[in-house]
């Protein structure tokens, strides 16, 4: 996906920035599965979603991250060379297993943007996450260029 068009960088629902570049890294705060600001879904995996839902919701998180870390590398006058780690987070029944499958949806979101390498990846299950959302992804990505100081969006 090109600057042109990249959606618009996510709102911070509170107190956070929803992305930052420090050290030649981009950080993004934890992303939910959301159009705008309403949430997409809500549930737990295993109860009111499946393996496929999940995936996709990852899916829409992990582009929320995206979006996050080009605006805040953009605003930082560098650009995004590859992901470096993912944390996927699951909202889960106790016996969801799947965790690696929902997550692939994030990782190959990742992929299909930025390509480059696979990044370290963790699949974490949970009772609850922010709004009741299924899934929340943080991402680490590397820059290309030379940052100057440490920039948000």
Request: charge should be negative; glycine fraction near 12%; hydrophobic fraction near 50%.
């Amino acid at each position: 996906m090109s600057a042109a068009t990249m959606p618009e960088a996510p709102e911070p629902a509170g107190d956070y920035a929803t992305a930052r570049v420090a050290g030649g890294l981009v950080f993004t705060a934890g992303m939910t599965p959301r159009n705008g600001s309403r949430l997409v879904a809500a549930g737990r995996l295993g109860a009111d979603l499946d393996l496929k839902q999940g995936k996709e919701l990852a899916a829409l998180a992990a582009q929320r991250a995206i979006a996050a870390a080009h605006h805040a590398a953009e605003n930082a006058g560098v650009g995004l060379a590859e992901a470096v780690s993912l944390t996927v987070y699951l909202a889960t029944t106790a016996d969801f297993t799947e965790h690696t499958a929902v997550a692939d949806g994030a990782s190959e979101r990742v992929a299909a943007h930025l390509g480059g390498p696979p990044a370290a990846r963790a699949a974490i299950g949970v009772h609850s996450l922010p709004s009741g959302a299924p899934v929340e992804v943080s991402a680490i990505f590397a820059v290309s260029g030379d940052v100057g100081e440490n920039h948000h969006a």
